[in-house]
C-alpha cells in the first residue's frame, strides 16, 4: 500500500483566477516520471472554482474523464452538444473519444469543489461519449468497461467498515472525513495505491466519503 498525502499533491491551476488545483499525479508543468500513472488512472486533480470561475473550452482526446462534485454545482458543456449542471452525488463521465472540446465553470454564487479523474482507454480513439448518473448510490457501482476500471462510491459513518474491492490495482481518494486503512490513518485528501488481491479492511474513524476505483490490471 502506498499512501499519499493531500500536502504531497502538486499546486496547479491560477488562483488569480479563482481556480486553484491539486494534482495527484504527474500533470502538466508538473512533471514526474516516477508518477505518471497507477493502474488506468492518469490523474487524480481536485479543483477548486470561485464563483464565476472556470475553465475555458479546451479539448481532450483519447482519456475518460470521470468528476466527482464535492460542494457546489459545476455546468458542463461541450462540443458535441451537452450542457449539464453536475451535483454533489452524480458522477459525469465524458469519454474524449478521438477528440472533444468542453468547458467546465462554476456559475454558481457558492465556491464549487470536484475530484476529476482522468483514465486510460484501453483502445483510443472512436467517437466522443457522456453521460450523468444522478444520486448515485454506495451499492451501485460505476462501471467504465472502456478504462476497465469500476468506481465504487463509499459514505461511512463513524465507526463503519468497508471491505476493499480485491483487484490487482485498487485506489482509495478520502473525499471527507477520516479512515484508518489497515494501521494507517487517511484524511480529507489523502490517497492510497493498493496492489495485490486482499486489500485490507477500512474503518471510519469520523463520518467518511470515500471513492475506490477496482482495476483487474
Do not use: K
Not at 100 to 122: I, S, Y
Amino acid at each position: 500500500m502506498d499512501v499519499r498525502r493531500s500536502g504531497d499533491r502538486y499546486p496547479g491551476g491560477e488562483p488569480e483566477a479563482g481556480i486553484e488545483s491539486r494534482h495527484a499525479f504527474s500533470f502538466g508543468p508538473h512533471y514526474d516520471p516516477d508518477n505518471l500513472r497507477f493502474g488506468a488512472i492518469l490523474a487524480c486533480n481536485e479543483e477548486h472554482l470561485a464563483p464565476g470561475a472556470g475553465f475555458d473550452e479546451h479539448p481532450h482526446s483519447h482519456t475518460e474523464i470521470v468528476t466527482w462534485v464535492v460542494e457546489g454545482e459545476l455546468t458542463h458543456r461541450d462540443s458535441t452538444g451537452h450542457e449539464t449542471r453536475v451535483r454533489p452525488g452524480d458522477v459525469q463521465r465524458l469519454s474524449s473519444g478521438g477528440g472533444v472540446r468542453h468547458v467546465e465553470r462554476n456559475d454558481g454564487t457558492v465556491p464549487l469543489t470536484f475530484v476529476q479523474m482522468w483514465l486510460a482507454p484501453r483502445d483510443p480513439g472512436g467517437a466522443p461519449g457522456y453521460e450523468v448518473v444522478r444520486g448515485i448510490a454506495d451499492s451501485t457501482p460505476y462501471d467504465v468497461p472502456a478504462a476497465g476500471a469500476m468506481l465504487h462510491v463509499r459514505r461511512l459513518a463513524a465507526g463503519g467498515r468497508t471491505e476493499l474491492p480485491g483487484a490487482s490495482h485498487v485506489y482509495v481518494h478520502v473525499v471527507r472525513g477520516a479512515v484508518r486503512l489497515g494501521g494507517t490513518e487517511l484524511a480529507a485528501g489523502d490517497a492510497a495505491r493498493v496492489t495485490g488481491e486482499a486489500g485490507p479492511q477500512t474503518l471510519a474513524v469520523s463520518d467518511a466519503e470515500l471513492l475506490v476505483w477496482e482495476m483487474p490490471e
